[in-house]
């Protein structure tokens, strides 16, 4: 036989033998989810469901195509799931701790469905057994771990003394007092017995965080911080609020000349595979003592609110409405109950409503209430905070107004007399001063010359108001309008 056909006949026989090696029949067992899959090179198939396991849970059940794997993304595994090998499908359907296996399934690609599932053992202490890893494993890594992986190794290659196990407690405390009673806490908050500066801790480690505890003279204490159970984070800052100083200490340091108060608090960080680091964290408050605030409320709770109710009731009628506390996720430290309360002139409560609840996280409760409408009167709404402390705080008010109806009536005949004289102004005023704008000095003084004008304003060349009596309204005028 000649030569080249020999060699034809040769290569058509390699081919084939290679298509039925290609093409026979293959199971992989996918442990860490709790199924297997079989593969003849035309489909993916499941075949065991292991009850209980990922895979279960999830509702994969044996017979169902696998279509295509989303993730995770690995570089070996970017073609047609169908061509992939043994070794190659079976690394291809291991879930990462951050990244669930997501599977396309179903018989066609128009009747598909995703199906995700997640790895249920706990997460391993080292991410990379033998690090750093050789290049032939690194290729078996997701795109995700690859990063992390290239990560570390940078890390590990410039580390610095600064990358050391490290704290440091970021806080910024002033508290004002004015005649001996605590106005306003910036950069915290306080209750009715306890001033709670707001602090941050930043914790860093080299490696994994573990958890940092802190012990001190405040209340709440001793206190453990950690990150999320399945974090490989090497650090994070924990902000929190402590009741470090009673209002009382406050008032009688300032009524003593001091201008901080201080303490120190004692922190132990943990790091995997690094000795505990044991750190002194001082923290401090300044005093501003009879001091004035810019604001005089800003000391206050801003918290109560009126929902879509009137602020004026008549006497006889029902006065039903709803009454919010809004805000609550700002308040420092945390509010456990709210009780709304009528207050009089001074604050002091006359009256309480409900008392509600605050779940934690909650930015706002609600209540409906009824208000007494036999006599006329200023009602006065406000909100009583209390915290985990038992102590309580009063917050701002909204006034509800409860009139006679001759006072209604009263103030309706006086708004048509007012609406009558704003009338007779503007005809004399039309007449008199046909051009207003030109000289606004001559127009104000013409309108607080009339018996019918209450007030009257003038701003240079570019605007006048004025204001009838019995009105209500004030007309303001810009001259610049064309």
């Known amino acids: 036989m000649p030569a080249a056909p020999l060699l034809l006949s040769a ?120 690090f750093p890893l050789p290049p032939e494993k690194r290729a078996r890594l997701s795109l995700l771990q690859q990063q992390r992986h290239e990560a570390r190794r940078l890390r590990e290659l410039h580390r610095t003394p600064r990358e050391k196990p490290g704290l440091e407690l970021r806080h910024q405390s002033e508290a004002w007092v004015k005649g001996g009673q605590l106005r306003s806490v910036d950069g915290g908050g306080f209750t009715g017995l306890w001033i709670h500066p707001e602090l941050t801790l930043d914790a860093r480690c080299p490696d994994r965080l573990e958890k940092v505890v802190l012990n001190g003279p405040g209340k709440g204490l001793p206190r453990t911080f950690q990150p999320a159970t399945d974090s490989a984070s090497t650090g994070q800052d924990f902000t929190f609020d402590l009741p470090l100083w009673s209002v009382r200490d406050l008032t009688r340091a300032c ?10 608090l004692r922190a132990e960080l943990s790091c995997k595979d690094e000795p505990v680091l044991q750190q002194s964290l001082p923290v401090k408050l300044s005093l501003k003592c009879e001091q004035t605030l810019q604001d005089e409320d800003s000391g206050g709770l801003r918290l109560i609110g009126l929902r879509g109710a009137p602020e004026e009731y008549v006497t006889g009628t029902k006065a039903s409405l709803t009454v919010e ?7 420092v430290p945390p509010v456990t109950s709210v009780t709304f309360v009528e207050v009089d002139a001074r604050g002091k409560v006359k009256k309480r409503f409900a008392t509600v609840p605050v779940p934690a996280g909650a930015t706002e409760v609600t209540t409906e209430l009824t208000l007494d409408t036999s006599t006329a009167r ?63 000095a001559t127009t104000v003084a013409w309108l607080r010359a009339q018996p019918e004008v209450e007030s009257a304003h003038g701003t240079g060349h570019h605007n006048y108001d004025y204001r009838v009596k019995g009105s209500g309204i004030t007309n303001l005028v810009n001259c610049h309008n064309p």
């Open 255 to 264: 009524a003593s000349g001091k201008s901080s108060l201080a303490v120190t």
């Open 11 to 130: 290569a058509t026989s390699l081919f084939a033998t290679t298509w039925l090696l290609a093409a026979a029949p293959f199971s992989v067992a996918v442990e860490p989810s709790g199924f297997t899959v079989q593969s003849d090179g035309k489909a993916v198939t499941i075949t065991q469901v292991v009850p209980g396991r990922p895979a279960d849970q999830a509702k994969l059940t044996p017979g169902m195509r696998i279509l295509r794997i989303e993730s995770p993304e690995r570089m070996f595994a970017r073609g047609p799931i169908e061509q992939l090998g043994q070794t190659d499908l079976h690394d291809a359907l291991i879930a990462t701790w951050d990244e669930p296996l997501l599977l396309f399934v179903g018989n066609t690609r128009e009747d598909g469905r995703y199906i995700g599932l997640k790895r249920d053992e706990p997460r391993p202490d080292e991410e990379f057994p033998g």
């Open 325 to 331: 506390a809004s805000g609550l996720d700002s308040v």
């Open 378 to 440: 200023t009602v006065r709404l406000s909100v009583e905070a209390r915290f985990g402390d038992g102590s309580t705080r009063g917050s701002d008010t909204r006034e509800v107004t409860i009139v006679t109806p001759a006072f209604v009536e009263a103030r309706r005949k006086g708004y048509e007399e007012g609406s009558r004289r704003w009338q007779a102004l503007d005809q004399r005023f039309t007449q008199e001063i046909p051009t207003p704008c030109a000289d606004i």
